[in-house]
C-alpha cells in the first residue's frame, strides 16, 4: 500500500482527475503525517509491542477501507494519511519487539532479514497491484489491502504472545524527546537522515512518471519494472544482513550514503535509455537500503541512559 502509489502515480492522477502538483501536495500531507509517528509509537512502550502493532494495523485498515466507502480525492488522502500512520506505529513495534528479543550482535542480521517486506512488496505486490488497477481501476487495490489487514490483524492478535510491560520504563513522550534534544550525536543523527530521506523521496515521488512518460511504460509494464527494482532492494538487505554485523553500524552508514550519492550523480549519465534508467535505479534503491536497515539496528549502547535503554 505504501510502495504503490509512487510507480502508479500517473494512473491515480488520472483516475482521480487531479494535476501532477495536487496529487505531489497529497504526498507530501503523507509524510509529513510521519511527524505524529515518534508520539503514537510510544503505544508500544507504554502498552507493549504486541499492542503496537496491533494499533498500527488497525489504522492501516481504516484508512484503506475508506476508498471501498468514498471513490473520491479527499477519501484517497486521508486513506495514504491514515495507512502511512498505521505503518510508523507499526515499524518502530516491531523493530522494539526485535530488539527485545535479539541480542545486539545478531539485531542486523534479523533487522534486515525482517526488511525484506519491502524488496517482495515490489517484487510480488507491485505487478499484482498492476494487475487489478488494469481490471478494476485506480481504486480496485483498496478492498484488497483492507482484507489483508484484517487477516494480517487476527494472525497477530492470537500468534504473538503478548508482552509484559515494565512499570518502571513508562516515561512521558516529551521526557524522552528532552533526552534525545538534548543529546548532540542524537541530533546529528537526526538531521542527516531527515536529508537524506528527504531527497531519495524526490527519487521515490518522480521514477514511476518518468519512466512512464520518457519511455513509454503502461501500468503492466510500470509492475514488471518494480518487480525489478524489487529485486534490488532484495540483493541490499541481502547484503546488510551478511555484512552489517560484521563490519559494523558505523562502517555501514557512511557505505550507504557513499554509493547511494554516487549512483545519484551516474543516474543522468546512464539513463539515456529504459535499460538505463532500470539499472541505475537497480543500484540507486539498494543502497537506500544499506543504510535505512543499519539504522534500525543502532548501537544503544552509545546513548546515554537517562532512564532506560528503551527511551531513545
Known amino acids: ?5 509512487y510507480p502508479f502515480l500517473g494512473t491515480f492522477r488520472d483516475g482521480l482527475g487531479v494535476s501532477l502538483p ?12 510521519g511527524a505524529l509517528g515518534p508520539f503514537l509509537a510510544t503505544i508500544a512502550d507504554n502498552h507493549g509491542r504486541k499492542t503496537g502493532m496491533l494499533v498500527g494495523l488497525g489504522t492501516f485498515t481504516l484508512g484503506a477501507s475508506l476508498v471501498i466507502l468514498w471513490h473520491s ?29 535479539i541480542a545486539y550482535q545478531k539485531r542486523g542480521r534479523m533487522m534486515a532479514i525482517s526488511e525484506f517486506s519491502w524488496s517482495l512488496s515490489f517484487i510480488l505486490g507491485i505487478p499484482n497491484v498492476g494487475l487489478i488497477i488494469a481490471h478494476y ?4 487495490p483498496f478492498p484488497a489491502f483492507a482484507i489483508l489487514g484484517i ?7 492470537f500468534s504473538v504472545p503478548q508482552d509484559r510491560i515494565i512499570q518502571n520504563n513508562k516515561q512521558p513522550i516529551f521526557s524522552n524527546l528532552r533526552a534525545i534534544l538534548s543529546y548532540t550525536p542524537a541530533l546529528y543523527g537526526l538531521l542527516m537522515s531527515g536529508l537524506f530521506s528527504m531527497a531519495n523521496e524526490v527519487v521515490n515521488l518522480v521514477f514511476g512518471i ?27 538487505e541481502t547484503l546488510v544482513a551478511s555484512l552489517v554485523d560484521r563490519i559494523g553500524k558505523l562502517r555501514s552508514v557512511a557505505l550507504g550514503l557513499i554509493l547511494n550519492s554516487a549512483i545519484a550523480l551516474a543516474i543522468p549519465l546512464i539513463a539515456k535509455d529504459i535499460s538505463g534508467a532500470l539499472l541505475g535505479l ?31
Open 137 to 140: 481501476g485506480w481504486n480496485g
Open 1 to 5: 500500500m505504501h510502495r504503490m502509489v
Open 210 to 236: 518518468w519512466l512512464e512518460d520518457s519511455f513509454g511504460l503502461k501500468i503492466a509494464a510500470l509492475g514488471a519494472a518494480s518487480a525489478v527494482i524489487g529485486f534490488s532492494e532484495l540483493s541490499g
Open 282 to 312: 537497480f543500484f540507486f534503491l539498494p543502497d537506500v537500503r544499506i543504510y535505512h536497515r543499519q539504522q534500525h539496528a543502532v548501537d544503544e549502547r552509545n546513548i546515554p541512559h537517562r532512564s532506560s535503554h528503551h527511551d531513545l
Open 73 to 101: 480525492f479527499p477519501a484517497f488522502v486521508a486513506a495514504i494519511m491514515l495507512t502511512i500512520l498505521g505503518k510508523y506505529i507499526v515499524d518502530p513495534s516491531t523493530h522494539a519487539y526485535l530488539g527485545d528479543q
Open 151 to 157: 487477516a494480517l490483524f487476527l494472525l497477530l492478535a
Open 22 to 33: 495536487v496529487l505531489s501536495l497529497a504526498m507530501t500531507a503523507k509524510s509529513v503525517i
